[in-house]
């Protein structure tokens, strides 16, 4: 640090050396330029990889950033670190989070996350922020909410934007996963959009789906609906304390008894509705020792790596698909049909069906 740098003045003064935020001098803008560029040279895939798997927090979260880009020049050096990291990916407990905006999931993670930090494990928290569909951009505030959380030495937060992909996750959740799991982080707590009822894709990626549920926000008709609440591992009812205690033990009463008409097979796990706080803290541990108890009964049935494999495979096809997809309209010609057949729909002189058969003839003829 500079010794003409100083501390902003939103700072409390209790706060003391917690707030790393520092104000220094500025430089001329080519040398900063050419100092970023210079740091990008650097680190090639291979050394990246050596520094993540060293635990570097710098390299693991330049490693995120190179997985997420969209540029086709860095899929390349993507996927190669993504290679070299592979054997040290996949040891980690991963926990889904999701729920209703308003839940308090951000609170409940940091409330969770510091409880796991001080009882040693290594906590990574992935959250995903939603996109504009107008501007694309991202607020990316759920750091900022967690404070406490982000000042503790076994954590690291990477919050990352939706980019209006549907399922409440980011495009590169799987592959942020691994490289955290390589960097040492034995717990991985992704947080998704929070958007309803659609968001299921988090479960093809964790061991673990919990749904984070708050009173008030439906009966328990609402409770039976299919979909997230019937793919939950274990749903909880947030913000038990104060006046609200009594509303959030009837919600959790209220979901138990929609979740008898969900029953699965025999012997199956059966998820729990469980209550919290996790503004005060209270029966926050309860709710990690009950996601502890699902693990070990799904290793004890097999179940845990018939998941982990079911997941590996899904991955397998997302990426094909992707694949297909740019390789398809890399073709100009494709790019040309595909344009006139979107302003021949547009128009509506063709059926959007039959103009998705036109260009798969083209696309077959190639």
Same mark, same amino acid.
């Given at each position: 640090?500079?010794?003409?740098?100083? @501390?902003?003045?939103?700072?409390?003064?209790?706060?003391?050396?917690?707030?790393?935020?520092?104000?220094?001098? +500025?430089?001329?803008?080519?040398?900063?330029?050419?100092?970023?560029?210079?740091?990008?040279?650097?680190?090639?895939?291979?050394?990246?990889?050596?520094?993540?798997?060293? !635990?570097?927090?710098?390299?693991?979260?330049?490693?995120?950033?190179?997985?997420?880009?969209?540029?086709?020049?860095?899929?390349?050096?993507?996927?190669?670190?993504?290679?070299? #990291?592979?054997?040290?990916?996949? !040891?980690?407990?991963?926990?889904?989070?999701?729920?209703?905006?308003?839940?308090?999931?951000?609170?409940?993670?940091?409330?969770?996350?510091?409880?796991?930090?001080?009882? +040693?494990?290594?906590?990574? #928290?992935?959250?995903?922020?939603?996109?504009?569909?107008?501007?694309?951009?991202?607020?990316?505030?759920?750091?900022?909410?967690?404070?406490?959380?982000? &000042?503790?030495?076994?954590?690291?937060?990477?919050?990352?934007?939706?980019?209006?992909?549907?399922?409440?996750?980011?495009?590169?959740? &799987?592959?942020?996963?691994?490289?955290?799991?390589?960097?040492?982080?034995?717990?991985?707590?992704?947080?998704? #959009?929070?958007?309803?009822?659609?968001?299921?894709?988090? &479960?093809?990626?964790?061991?673990?789906?919990?749904?984070?549920?708050?009173?008030?926000?439906?009966?328990?008709?609402?409770?039976?609906?299919?979909?997230?609440?019937?793919?939950?591992?274990?749903?909880?009812?947030?913000?038990?304390?104060?006046?609200?205690?009594?509303?959030?033990?009837?919600?959790?009463?209220?979901?138990?008894?929609?979740?008898?008409?969900?029953?699965?097979?025999?012997?199956?796990?059966?998820?729990?509705?469980?209550?919290?706080?996790? /503004?005060?803290?209270? +029966?926050?541990?309860?709710?990690?020792?009950?996601?502890?108890?699902?693990?070990?009964?799904?290793?004890? &049935?097999?179940?845990?790596?018939?998941?982990? +494999?079911?997941? /590996?495979?899904?991955?397998?096809?997302? @990426?094909?698909?992707?694949?297909?997809?740019?390789?398809?309209?890399?073709?100009?010609?494709?790019?040309?049909?595909?344009?006139?057949?979107?302003?021949?729909?547009?128009?509506?002189?063709?059926?959007?069906?039959?103009?998705?058969?036109?260009?798969?003839?083209?696309?077959?003829?190639?």
């Amino acid at each position: 640090m500079t010794s003409n740098a100083s @501390q902003p003045d939103w700072v409390p003064p209790e706060g003391g050396e917690g707030f790393a935020t520092r104000i220094v001098a +500025g430089g001329p803008a080519s040398a900063a330029r050419g100092r970023v560029r210079s740091a990008a040279r650097e680190l090639g895939a291979p050394e990246l990889a050596k520094r993540i798997l060293a !635990g570097d927090r710098v390299a693991l979260a330049r490693g995120i950033t190179l997985v997420e880009s969209r540029s086709a020049a860095h899929r390349l050096a993507a996927e190669e670190l993504l290679a070299l #990291v592979n054997d040290r990916a996949g !040891g980690s407990l991963r926990l889904g989070i999701t729920g209703v905006p308003g839940a308090g999931k951000s609170t409940f993670i940091e409330a969770l996350g510091s409880q796991l930090c001080e009882d +040693g494990w290594h906590v990574a #928290v992935l959250s995903v922020d939603p996109s504009s569909p107008v501007t694309g951009g991202s607020i990316l505030g759920d750091k900022t909410r967690m404070e406490r959380l982000s &000042r503790h030495p076994h954590a690291f937060i990477r919050p990352s934007p939706s980019g209006c992909e549907l399922g409440g996750v980011a495009r590169r959740t &799987r592959e942020t996963i691994a490289l955290c799991e390589a960097a040492g982080f034995d717990t991985v707590l992704v947080e998704t #959009v929070g958007v309803g009822q659609s968001e299921v894709l988090v &479960r093809d990626m964790v061991d673990c789906f919990l749904v984070l549920l708050i009173a008030g926000a439906g009966d328990e008709l609402q409770g039976m609906k299919k979909g997230i609440i019937e793919l939950a591992d274990l749903l909880v009812v947030n913000k038990a304390d104060g006046d609200n205690r009594a509303r959030a033990e009837a919600a959790r009463l209220d979901f138990s008894r929609a979740l008898h008409y969900l029953a699965g097979q025999e012997g199956a796990w059966h998820p729990p509705v469980l209550t919290c706080s996790a /503004q005060t803290g209270e +029966g926050v541990a309860g709710v990690w020792e009950t996601v502890e108890k699902f693990i070990d009964q799904a290793r004890a &049935r097999g179940d845990f790596e018939v998941r982990r +494999g079911t997941q /590996q495979l899904t991955w397998l096809q997302a @990426q094909i698909e992707e694949g297909l997809k740019e390789l398809m309209l890399s073709d100009p010609a494709v790019r040309a049909e595909q344009a006139e057949i979107v302003r021949l729909v547009v128009a509506g002189t063709l059926p959007p069906a039959a103009g998705a058969r036109r260009l798969l003839a083209k696309i077959a003829k190639k």
